[in-house]
Every structure is written in structure tokens, then in C-alpha cells.
């Protein structure tokens, strides 16, 4: 059973930077792709970015230029790194594994709050 454990949320004023972590408990297959995903209040989770078991990162427009997705197998990590934020970034960040039509391989974990605000 994988679970995964996201951190490094928190309060931000607008241009400002954070980084997220994605700590995975349990075994990942290693061959599919690992993404962090964001829900806003009332609205659906949106896929934000994605990196693949090779590494190729791929993003939404809003976010790209700004956002960095990474990964270190050894610790079964996944990482965001956020700068320049804007109050449009304010949501709870998820990660997990997607699959087709908007799935995911594993349960959600609790998510991360990141506010960008002054």
C-alpha cells in the first residue's frame, strides 16, 4: 500500500519561492510517471506537472518558467519547486501517479496548503 506524505507548504507573499516534498511510503512501480497535482476551494484537482520514470517534465502553461519538477528515486521523493508564486498558485498541492483519462494509481495522500498572498 503506497502512501504518500506531501510538506513544505505555507504562507508566501506574491514572488516569493517554496518547495514542496512527496515522500512515498510503500513500493512504486518504476515505471510510471509521478506528478503534483493542486485543488482550489469548490474547484477540480488539476494536474500541474509531471516527470516521467526517465525524467522528461512536462507542465501546465500557467506554471511554466516558474515551476520545477524533480525527483530522487533513492529517497522515494518527489519535489516542486515553486518560484515567483502568485495568489493564482493558492491551493493544496498534491502528488501522485497518473494514469489515462485523469486516474491515478494510489490514494491521495493529505496535501500540502501553499497561500501566496500580502
Known amino acids: 500500500q503506497v502512501q504518500f506524505v506531501e510538506s513544505g507548504g505555507g504562507l508566501v507573499q506574491p514572488g516569493g519561492s517554496l518547495r514542496l516534498s512527496c515522500a512515498a511510503s510503500?513500493?512504486?512501480?518504476?515505471?510510471?510517471?509521478m506528478a503534483w497535482y493542486r485543488q482550489e476551494p469548490g474547484k477540480q484537482r488539476e494536474l500541474v506537472a509531471t516527470?516521467?520514470?526517465?525524467?522528461?517534465?512536462s507542465y501546465i502553461g500557467s506554471v511554466q518558467g516558474r515551476f520545477t519538477i524533480s525527483k530522487d528515486n533513492a529517497k522515494n521523493t518527489v519535489y516542486l519547486q515553486m518560484n515567483n508564486l502568485k495568489p493564482e498558485d493558492t491551493a493544496v498541492y498534491y502528488c501522485?501517479?497518473?494514469?489515462?483519462?485523469?486516474?491515478?494509481?494510489?490514494?491521495w495522500g493529505q496535501g500540502t496548503q501553499v497561500t501566496v498572498s500580502s
Open positions: 516527470i516521467t520514470n526517465g525524467g522528461i517534465t
Open positions: 501522485n501517479a497518473p494514469k489515462s483519462q485523469g486516474r491515478v494509481f494510489y490514494s
Open positions: 510503500g513500493r512504486i512501480s518504476s515505471i510510471v510517471p
